[in-house]
């Protein structure tokens, strides 16, 4: 397993649409290294998602997991989800604003509008089909992750880019705010 270099805002891999993964190559060892490497990169950075267009491989393969994440202390637990070639339906137009950071926009937040309630099916690492919904903060970072997959990044759906702020001041004058208000 590796550690993966983690683009930043600026270089054009993330600004690309991701294209879809083939289910039969999900059984083959370099998908499921690639996976491994993006579970230990992600952890590695304390993200609570990380999709692979963000190292470099404009493939539609996202994670998502959240456990005692100093980034996100508020959240709540989310297990392990790899998501291939996900789709998301809302099931919503109710949104909640969320305090997002990124891996690819080092030391900074901004508050995002994200729908409250949504449809997720998609394929697990083996190719097992997942369908699930989710809501809040979960459905927040689910969508954070596929915007990655299109060529979005947070800054782009900010509520305002008065909101944006580095993580330090961010800390200072804003640490009574929830990272997930309605």
């Not at 990169?41 to 994670?63: F, N, S």
Request: aromatic share 6%.
């Amino acid at each position: 397993m590796a550690i993966l270099k983690i683009a930043r805002l600026g270089h054009p891999i993330l600004r690309e649409v991701s294209l879809p993964i083939d289910p039969a190559d999900l059984a083959s060892d370099a998908v499921q290294g690639f996976i491994d490497d993006l579970i230990e990169t992600m952890r590695d950075a304390d993200g609570a998602g990380l999709a692979a267009p963000q190292v470099h491989v404009p493939q539609r393969i996202a994670l998502i997991e959240v456990d005692g994440n100093p980034r996100y202390p508020e959240f709540p637990q989310i297990p392990l989800t790899v998501l291939v070639n996900p789709e998301i339906t809302f099931l919503t137009d109710d949104t909640v604003k969320i305090w997002e950071g990124c891996l690819s926009v080092p030391g900074l937040r901004g508050q995002v509008p994200r729908r409250r309630h949504i449809h997720v099916k998609a394929l697990d690492r083996h190719g097992g089909a997942i369908d699930f919904e989710a809501e809040d903060g979960f459905a927040g970072i689910v969508q954070h992750e596929c915007d990655h997959l299109d060529g979005l990044l947070f800054v782009d759906k900010l509520l305002s880019s008065r909101s944006l702020s580095f993580l330090p001041e961010f800390q200072r004058y804003r640490a009574d705010e929830p990272l997930v208000s309605a």
